[in-house]
């Protein structure tokens, strides 16, 4: 065995035993609606909405949700007492049949491709971030998709629906996502 | 020793030295202090840089970290691979779990890792990461950093929209720095160098300014003592210390000439007196030689006088002694006879003083003794039995005193061996003389000398009263008396006893 190796190995037990914690943790895997609610988070802060989209400075950011999910419970969690942007975060949950115009954050948790097409046909406002949970998302003119694959969850972007809705989105994001364009 | 030496050393090296010492000293000094602030300004530089790529790392790395990418975060880091001195990086998540690590090829992991324990900042980020997840840890800073050995390391948090989201290390050697420092140190070392050379020469010419005015007074000074010329003055080129030690130097050199003049000229008169003075003596032995000439002279004419005055009253004496053979009356005889002694006594007077050195004095103790000798010859007869007693201390007289006492003493003696001892009776005979000087007795009256002449023989008459007597002995007594200022008195108790103080 070389030198090196050996270091390396030395290398590897000292940050055992500097790491003696982490190398322990106690805390349980995450599950998929809870990684999915802390992602849905983070892309709040990579985004930024134009002026217009809020009435003034203390205009909540509104997250709005469609179908029956236990994600509303996850997510609660992470935005209660949270602010992005300076602002607050607020939930909203829809009905597929509901107007949806107020809201800047929507998450279509319903796998029904056609209540999917007629929600997004039907937002009358632009400067909406689209997220949704099927495979064809960003093909029916959503925004971010996750994509579920061997317990990583990853998500895909539709740069030319970013650029319709006028929202800027940080390239760390995009560094990190998979690029769809049509 | 090298204290000594410096100080015997000219001005000019001295003042050329301490410019130099000085120059090089301060030189040195603001070369030192300029390079530790450059030091100290180059590791903030550094730390400023270092915070800054944390600051990038951090950037790119928080969505990798937020949506826990690792690989993103390793290529983020992989870009570090640009900055040479950074030998290690790692990011660690808010969980303080390694998220990613790099690490610059062929640097030693172990010396890595000791450093890395030795720094307290890394120890702090590996402490076991809080219950809440997201929540800030307050205790640590925002960024901190540490040097250790050379080493740089710097930690950094990596903050998200307000969010404590993980944490960056950097660990950088300090290889510019030091490099940097060489350099420096180069340029100090020629700088030094350079400017000690071009102040050396500066220093020549203008240290001239001060060791110049030295030196000429130096010289002006020496040239004073060497030619012993005080009217020699030093020029003054300022009006600094130096002219003021230059005019001072002048002044004393005015003063000192002013005395040395004023010697010379008392010395010329000394000596001018001298030589008067000289002259003086040689005139005044000139006058004492003539002097004692003439009084040589004197003394031969002198010996000569009297010696002729003795001849006269020899011849005188013979003549009455040639007469004296042809007298056959008794009475004329003794007139005769008298005359002759009277005039032997005075004979035998200036025999003596034509004899004695000084010639106006005679011993008179020996006259006494050659005068009685000669009247106890003549009055042999009848003086067979008689004894003289002669006690006259060791007295001089004149010839003014000399002549009345020989006269006196001439009268009584031969009245004394004439008639005092009448058939060839014993007898005796004093005289005695003493000087009264040294006595205070009030009947001295003031006299100098007591002449006692006693015989004890039948003593005179009665009926003769010496002071009005009519023979011409008594007579002369009185009169010689007179002359002699002095006074006499007789007494007969036994004998005849003149007493004459005069």
Not at chain 2, 409 to 420: F, P
Request: positive net charge; proline residues 2%; glycine residues 4%.
């Amino acid at each position: 065995m070389k030198r090196p190796e050996i270091k390396f190995l030395f290398f590897l037990l000292w940050l055992l035993t500097i790491f003696p914690f982490s190398a322990t943790s106690p805390r349980a895997p995450l599950t998929e609606y809870e990684v999915k609610a802390a992602y849905l988070y983070n892309f709040i802060k990579f985004v930024q909405w134009p002026e217009e989209a809020f009435s003034d400075n203390m205009d909540p950011i509104v997250i709005g949700i469609v179908g029956d999910d236990p994600f509303i419970d996850k997510l609660k969690i992470f935005t209660e007492q949270k602010t992005v942007h300076s602002r607050h975060l607020v939930i909203e949950k829809y009905e597929p049949y509901h107007i949806i115009n107020q809201c800047h954050v929507l998450y279509i948790v319903s796998v029904d491709r056609r209540f999917q097409v007629s929600i997004l046909q039907r937002l009358e406002r632009k400067w909406i971030l689209t997220i949704g949970d099927a495979e064809y998302f960003t093909r029916i003119g959503g925004i971010i998709n996750f994509i579920t694959d061997e317990e990583h969850i990853g998500f895909e972007i539709n740069i030319t629906e970013l650029q319709k809705s006028e929202l800027v989105m940080s390239s760390q994001i995009l560094k990190l996502a998979t690029i769809i364009r049509e | 020793m090298k204290q000594k030496a410096f100080k015997n050393i000219s001005i000019k090296q001295k003042l050329t030295a301490i410019i130099l010492i000085i120059s090089t000293l301060a030189l040195l000094l603001s070369s030192i202090s300029f390079m530790v602030f450059d030091q100290i300004q180059i590791k903030k530089k550094m730390v400023r840089d270092l915070q800054i790529i944390a600051d990038i790392i951090g950037n790119n790395c928080s969505a990798a970290l937020l949506f826990n990418i690792k690989r993103d975060a390793q290529e983020t880091l992989s870009a570090i691979r640009a900055h040479q001195h950074i030998l290690s990086a790692s990011i660690y998540d808010a969980d303080n779990n390694l998220f990613a690590y790099y690490q610059r090829s062929g640097t030693d992991t172990l010396f890595l890792n000791q450093i890395m324990q030795q720094s307290k900042i890394t120890s702090s980020i590996m402490e076991p990461p809080s219950i809440e997840k997201n929540a800030d840890t307050p205790d640590l800073p925002a960024a901190s950093h540490v040097f250790i050995k050379d080493n740089l390391i710097l930690f950094q948090k990596i903050i998200f929209e307000n969010e404590f989201i993980g944490s960056v290390y950097l660990h950088s050697d300090m290889k510019e720095m030091k490099s940097r420092l060489q350099g420096y140190m180069g340029i100090v070392a020629i700088v030094i160098l350079a400017s000690f050379l071009f102040i050396y020469f500066l220093t020549a010419n203008f240290q001239r300014i001060i060791s110049n005015p030295i030196l000429l007074l130096t010289r002006t000074a020496k040239k004073v003592s060497s030619d012993k010329d005080y009217s020699i003055r030093a020029s003054k080129e300022s009006d600094d210390e130096i002219g003021f030690l230059i005019d001072s130097f002048n002044e004393m050199l005015s003063k000192i000439e002013m005395s040395d003049n004023a010697l010379k000229h008392i010395s010329k008169e000394l000596q001018n007196q001298t030589e008067q003075l000289k002259k003086e003596l040689k005139e005044r032995k000139k006058a004492e030689n003539k002097i004692k000439k003439s009084l040589s002279e004197k003394e031969i004419l002198l010996q000569e006088i009297h010696h002729r005055v003795k001849n006269n009253l020899q011849i005188i004496s013979s003549l009455l002694k040639l007469q004296i053979r042809d007298i056959s009356d008794c009475s004329i005889l003794t007139l005769f006879q008298d005359c002759h002694n009277r005039v032997k006594t005075m004979g035998l007077i200036h025999e003596q003083l034509y004899q004695s050195n000084d010639l106006s004095n005679i011993n008179f103790e020996e006259y006494v003794r050659s005068l009685t000798s000669y009247l106890f010859q003549i009055y042999r007869q009848k003086a067979a039995n008689v004894n003289i007693h002669i006690d006259v201390d060791n007295t001089r007289f004149g010839i003014d005193t000399a002549i009345p006492c020989g006269l006196i003493i001439n009268e009584v003696i031969s009245n004394s061996l004439k008639y005092a001892f009448p058939d060839n009776k014993k007898g005796k005979i004093d005289i005695l003389l003493s000087n009264n000087r040294q006595k205070t007795d009030k009947s001295n009256n003031g006299h100098k000398y007591k002449l006692v002449i006693r015989d004890n023989g039948i003593g005179l008459p009665r009926s003769i009263d010496f002071r009005t007597a009519d023979t011409l002995g008594l007579k002369l007594i009185n009169a010689l008396t007179n002359q002699l200022h002095g006074n006499v008195s007789l007494r007969r108790r036994t004998g005849t006893i003149f007493t004459i103080f005069f």
